[in-house]
């Protein structure tokens, strides 16, 4: 039986880079947020209701990563999973599924949000629409990362993993391996690590500066001054209870 993931977090935090990484695993499969598709697959309407299936997940999710992996053996997976940013209705589906893991993906909050600033000039400047979290400013943003933070403390079976840790640092990159059953060697997790910076980076037009956060090592008074400049919300960010979760993140 192959072992269930959901890898989870905030929009912009890297889940997609982390599902990519992920998918470039023999061993793995990542499917991308189609979380949609998953609770319509999953649930049956009975009269006003709404009764879900959890067990449908697993078959749904191969259909799925069939379709995204066509050359990928699925004989040969070991793990299958999905990646879902925060917030996402099909949430709720997954929190009870039986044998999943949950990997709580995590980034520093300033550039998490610096990251959906940047997204919303570029968004508004190619004559896109703006990504979802841009509408509104930093108060509400606050409110969504606690919410989110508070979810993920109650969740059972879950690896949280920084943004940051993750793609720099072998062992921590192993350890998520491990904890959805696979097998690593961690001269595979370096190799990964450099695999994933090169595709971050042609994705970004091969720009240095649009792959991983680049005040990685920078001191908190630093990002903080640097930033404060360039976010209109800097200071509902510092007002709001947001800095407490910050603290609890472990990031400051």
């Known amino acids: 039986m192959k072992q269930l993931f959901l890898v989870h977090g905030i929009g912009r935090s890297g889940t997609t880079a982390m599902g990519k990484t992920l998918n470039l695993v023999p061993e793995i499969a990542c499917v991308y947020e189609n979380g949609q598709r998953v609770w319509d697959y999953c649930t049956d309407k009975?009269?006003?209701?709404?009764?879900?299936?959890?067990?449908?997940?697993?078959?749904?999710?191969?259909?799925?990563?069939?379709?995204?992996?066509?050359?990928?053996?699925?004989?040969?997976?070991?793990?299958?999973?999905?990646?879902?940013?925060?917030?996402d209705n099909a949430l709720s589906l997954f929190i009870h599924c039986p044998n999943i893991r949950f990997i709580c993906l995590t980034r520093h909050p300033l550039d998490l949000f610096l990251s959906q600033h940047n997204c919303e000039v570029t968004d508004f400047n190619k004559g896109w629409p703006s990504h979802i979290y841009s509408f509104d400013k930093g108060r509400h943003r606050a409110n969504i990362l606690n919410n989110y933070w508070a979810m993920v403390k109650n969740l059972s079976n879950k690896q949280i993993i920084k943004f940051e840790s993750f793609f720099t640092d072998p062992r921590s990159m192993k350890s998520i391996f491990d904890f959805i059953g696979v097998n690593l060697h961690i001269r595979c997790c370096k190799d990964l690590i450099d695999q994933s910076m090169s595709l971050r980076q042609s994705s970004?037009?091969?720009?240095?500066?649009?792959?991983?956060?680049?005040?990685?090592?920078?001191?908190?008074?630093?990002?903080?001054?640097?930033?404060?400049?360039?976010?209109?919300?800097?200071?509902?960010?510092?007002?709001?209870?947001?800095?407490?979760?910050f603290v609890d993140m472990k990031y400051i």
């Open 46 to 87: 009975l009269d006003e209701h709404r009764i879900f299936f959890p067990e449908k997940i697993p078959e749904i999710l191969e259909i799925i990563a069939k379709e995204q992996n066509p050359d990928k053996d699925m004989n040969n997976v070991q793990a299958i999973g999905i990646k879902i940013p925060f917030p």
């Open 204 to 245: 970004m037009g091969g720009r240095p500066e649009g792959d991983i956060n680049p005040f990685l090592g920078c001191t908190e008074s630093k990002r903080r001054e640097a930033y404060k400049y360039i976010i209109p919300f800097y200071n509902d960010l510092i007002e709001s209870k947001c800095w407490d979760t």
